[in-house]
């Protein structure tokens, strides 16, 4: 009967220790709502800047368990798919659910058009910006075919 009592005790007192601690869950998904396997997923309290870092299971679910009460940054990345990245506040026993879509990362291309002097004929080149510009004076701009 004591070790009973013991056990019970030392059941309740581990139930009771959850309730000092928080945690966050979720899914990380595509646009279109698929999992995406294999995503970095880090929780850094701001306070202490302590991280812990987890990759998504195959059905892209993470799990952070006994988090300490607290501000939290939650970033996720996975190659192909601009980072995401979310603030929660913490409390006493807190369980949140927080479903990530990450988004398709984007590369910007501009193309740059110019004239050459001595040919009179426009040129293109392709670059990493989103700046589209030509570079052409006005004597240039009426040889140009068109």
């Not at 009973?4 to 869950?25: G, M, N, P, R, V």
């Not at 993470?62 to 506040?89: D, N, S």
Request: a neutral charge; one cysteine or more.
């Amino acid at each position: 009967m004591k070790t009973f009592i013991l056990l019970f005790a030392l059941l309740t007192a581990y139930a009771q220790e959850s309730i000092h601690y928080a945690s966050i869950s979720g899914r990380v998904t595509d646009p279109s709502g698929g999992v995406i396997a294999a995503a970095q997923v880090t929780a850094r309290q701001t306070a202490t800047n302590l991280t812990t870092t987890l990759l998504t299971d195959q059905e892209g679910r993470f799990r952070f368990p006994y988090l300490k009460v607290g501000l939290y940054e939650i970033t996720a990345k996975h190659t192909g798919f601009a980072p995401f990245t979310r603030t929660l506040t913490l409390s006493l026993g807190s369980a949140f659910e927080l479903p990530i879509s990450l988004a398709l990362e984007s590369k910007d291309t501009a193309i740059t058009v110019t004239a050459d002097a001595s040919f009179g004929r426009p040129r293109c080149s392709e670059s990493e910006s989103q700046v589209v510009s030509s570079s052409s004076s006005a004597t240039q701009k009426l040889n140009l075919p068109g």
